[in-house]
């Protein structure tokens, strides 16, 4: 028994050891998870974050392929053509298809499952094109955006700059004709083909039938497919800039746009006479509920204005924050991305990359328009690099531990006596430069569009194990 005996050791002897608490302990006790411990979590996420795969545009078996034309003409060309590159792109909302749209007008739907057997399982012995496109169609204009019906997955949106309709495509039936064409009304006055098109699509998540797109005349047009193809809404502002993007909010009653001029401008649909609007056939003009200019409000933050001389750009995109409906992010044609906090109508985050000639390079004017997106949780933006090849991960998480917000400080909070973790940006390179961004709504993996008409996984790295070790 002697052997078993452990011999007191005395207290002099012995040095007092510091023993980090356990951090699960309290969310195993009462339940409750803590932003920090969220926070903690993300940034763990975030740096798992690679490269895993790149697919190229795949060929249409059934026509001559717009988007690999380009490709072709492009590889004898010292600069790169304009129609080339994936203009949009975005899941349904179970993350079961993906559907893009490129600069040379074609529209392809894809499974995810089969695109993430591809990249992560093992190989097979069908073409990738073969396996991973379930649908592609050709159109004889480029296409600048692509959205789901949120209350009919297998519908499937996209509009066009240079065209002034909206085309509904059903991924059930095996066509290349749209089931159904929104016309915009023609003008009164003779435009420019460049000023008929829409910019961006938009559509109501409690009303199956009610569609809105932003038009390149400075308006927004809202169509009720249950009333006629022709819209019965159209909202204006006092500015006729041509509109980028457009947003909805989570109750439909609130509508962002953001135009060419920097400017962001809402209108409530409760507000006035438009609830009395689609009770007819005619077209109706309503004026916007109020107008944000973007430049006087960073002018307001002193650090940014001592640094960099505050300049009215044009805004590519804007993006509610699915984790914290108040913050609608916005994207700078200059690379430039922020929050600004409809609470307090105030920025509050902002991402100023350097620019591209600290290192020697040149921003190209490129036709398509960057769109970024956020992460489900966590309050990530992820968007793409104007002047490198990768993929920017923001931390905009609400409150001054974020790295972007612009009264940042990690010693304002405390939390039983330490500070907060401080938040960093991720920057993830890629194979070619980003256009578009969508995120699974399930895995968080990253779908970014290339400029080179490329669909780039970014998500987490799997280490494969190349000696296993069997019967243990």
């Not at 060309?77 to 899941?91: A, D, K, N």
């Not at 709504?441 to 669909?455: C, F, M, R, Y």
Request: aromatic fraction near 8%; hydrophobic fraction near 35%.
């Amino acid at each position: 028994m002697q052997k078993f005996v452990v011999p007191v050791v005395s207290q002099k002897n012995c040095r007092t050891m510091y023993q980090h608490g356990w951090k699960r302990s309290t969310i195993e006790l009462d339940g409750r998870i803590s932003h920090k411990y969220l926070h903690d979590s993300c940034q763990l996420l975030l740096d798992s974050y690679a490269e895993v795969r790149s697919f190229g545009h795949s060929r249409c078996s059934r026509s001559n392929c717009p988007t690999h034309a380009a490709q072709l003409g492009n590889q004898n060309r010292l600069r790169p053509f304009i129609r080339e590159g994936i203009s949009g792109v975005e899941f349904d909302s179970k993350g079961i298809y993906l559907a893009s749209v490129t600069k040379s007008g074609c529209l392809t739907v894809l499974d995810f499952e089969t695109l993430y057997c591809l990249a992560y399982g093992p190989s097979s012995g069908l073409s990738e094109d073969e396996t991973k496109c379930l649908l592609h169609i050709c159109t004889s204009k480029p296409l600048d955006a692509v959205r789901w019906n949120p209350t009919n997955q297998n519908e499937v949106c996209c509009v066009s700059r240079n065209d002034s309709n909206v085309l509904l495509y059903d991924i059930g039936y095996v066509s290349s004709e749209p089931i159904e064409v929104l016309e915009k009304s023609l003008p009164k006055f003779s435009t420019p083909e460049a000023f008929n098109g829409l910019s961006d699509i938009a559509f109501a998540s409690s009303d199956k039938s009610r569609v809105l797109a932003s038009g390149f005349d400075g308006a927004i047009y809202i169509w009720d497919r249950r009333l006629s193809n022709f819209p019965c809404v159209k909202l204006t502002s006092s500015s006729q800039s041509p509109f980028n993007c457009i947003e909805l909010d989570i109750e439909d009653r609130i509508v962002f746009g953001a135009n060419q001029q920097g400017i962001i401008v809402t209108w409530d649909l409760r507000g006035g006479r438009s609830s009395f609007a689609f009770q007819n056939h005619n077209e109706v003009c309503y004026p916007f509920f109020a107008s944000l200019k973007l430049s006087s409000m960073l002018e307001k933050i002193s650090a940014l204005k001592e640094q960099s001389s505050i300049l009215q750009k044009s805004i590519h995109s804007i993006k509610l924050d699915p984790s914290c409906s108040y913050q609608l992010s916005f994207h700078l044609d200059d690379g430039w991305s922020g929050v600004l906090n409809l609470n307090s109508l105030t920025v509050t985050h902002m991402h100023c990359p350097p620019p591209p000639w600290l290192d020697g390079e040149e921003l190209t004017a490129h036709s398509c328009l960057r769109r970024p997106a956020w992460l489900p949780t966590n309050s990530v933006y992820a968007v793409g690099s104007s002047s490198r090849n990768g993929v920017y991960l923001l931390d905009f998480l609400p409150g001054r531990s974020s790295a972007c917000h612009v009264d940042h400080s990690s010693e304002a909070d405390t939390i039983s006596g330490e500070s907060k973790g401080v938040g960093k940006n991720r920057f993830i390179p890629t194979s070619e430069g980003v256009l578009a961004c969508a995120v699974h709504p399930q895995n968080d993996t990253i779908i970014a569009g290339s400029k080179h008409s490329a669909l780039l996984m970014v998500s987490q790295r799997h280490q494969i194990d190349e000696n296993p070790r069997h019967g243990c």
